[in-house]
C-alpha cells in the first residue's frame, strides 16, 4: 500500500541551529513533492515544492533535498527562529492533481 | 483576494443532525478539495474537483457525506446523520489545476464537534 512517513515525535532545536525533517515514502512515483507549514488552528500553507529531476531547491533559510532512489526528501531550516516553530506537513501525488500528505512533525525551536 | 473563504469555522451539534459545511475557492482556480484532519489519521482527502465536477470521491467515508460543487464560486460538504466519529477539522482548498505545481490553497478550516 501507499504510504507517506514523517517522524511523528516532536523535533526540539535550540534557536539558531539547524532543524532537519524527514519524509520516506513507499509505492509512490511522484513528479515533484511538496512541504507546507501548519500552525495550530490554522490551515496548512505551501512553502516549497521540488520535482523529481532535482536534487535540492532554496528558498530562504529552507532547502529541500530530494532523493527519488532512497524515497525520502529531507527539508533544513537554517539558522531556526522560535517563529519557525509549527508542524510541518510533506506532501505528494499519485497521479492526478491528488495530493496526499504525510503525518506531520512539529517542530519546537527554543531560545 | 480574500483567499478560501470556509463556514462555519466552528460547529457543534448533537449525532443525528444534518451539518452542511461550505467553501468559497479562490477566485480562477480550476481544482477544489476537501480534507479532514484528525490527530489519529492527520489530513485525509475526501473528495476533489476539477472545473466544478468531481473527480476522485475515494476518500468519502460513507454514503453519510456528500459534496456538491454547484458552481465555480462555491462548494458544499454535508452529512447526514452526524455521529460523534465524523468530529475532525474540515479543512478546503483550491489549485489553479495546474498539474505541473499543484500547489494548494488551503482555508482556515471548520472545527466540527458532534456531541
Known amino acids: 500500500s501507499q504510504k507517506i512517513e514523517q517522524n511523528s515525535e516532536a523535533l526540539n532545536i535550540q534557536e539558531g541551529k539547524t532543524a532537519t525533517l524527514t519524509c520516506n515514502y513507499t509505492n509512490y512515483s511522484p513528479a515533484y513533492l511538496q512541504w507546507y507549514r501548519q500552525d495550530p488552528g490554522r490551515g496548512p500553507v505551501f512553502l516549497l515544492l521540488i520535482r523529481e529531476n532535482e536534487k535540492e531547491k532554496r528558498k530562504e533559510r529552507l532547502k529541500v533535498t530530494f532523493d527519488t532512489t532512497l524515497k525520502q526528501s529531507l527539508f533544513h531550516i537554517t539558522a531556526s527562529q522560535p517563529a519557525d516553530s509549527a508542524t510541518y506537513l510533506c506532501?505528494?501525488?499519485?497521479?492526478?492533481?491528488?495530493?496526499?500528505f504525510g503525518t506531520g512533525t512539529q517542530l519546537k525551536v527554543e531560545l | 483576494d480574500a483567499g478560501v473563504i470556509q463556514s462555519p469555522r466552528h460547529e457543534v451539534t448533537e449525532m443525528g443532525q444534518e451539518v452542511t459545511l461550505r467553501c468559497k475557492p479562490i477566485s480562477g482556480h480550476n481544482s477544489l478539495f476537501w480534507y479532514r484532519q484528525t490527530m489519529m489519521r492527520g489530513l485525509e482527502l475526501l473528495i476533489y474537483?476539477?472545473?466544478?465536477?468531481?473527480?476522485?470521491d475515494s476518500g468519502m467515508p460513507e454514503d453519510r457525506f456528500s459534496a456538491k460543487m454547484p458552481n465555480a464560486s462555491f462548494s458544499t460538504l454535508k452529512i447526514q446523520p452526524s455521529e460523534p466519529r465524523d468530529s475532525a477539522v474540515y479543512f478546503c482548498a483550491s489549485s489553479l489545476g495546474d498539474r505541473d505545481t499543484g500547489e494548494l490553497f488551503f482555508g482556515e478550516g471548520s472545527r466540527l464537534t458532534v456531541l
Open positions: 474537483f476539477n472545473n466544478n465536477v468531481p473527480i476522485d
Open positions: 506532501a505528494l501525488t499519485g497521479g492526478g492533481n491528488k495530493l496526499t
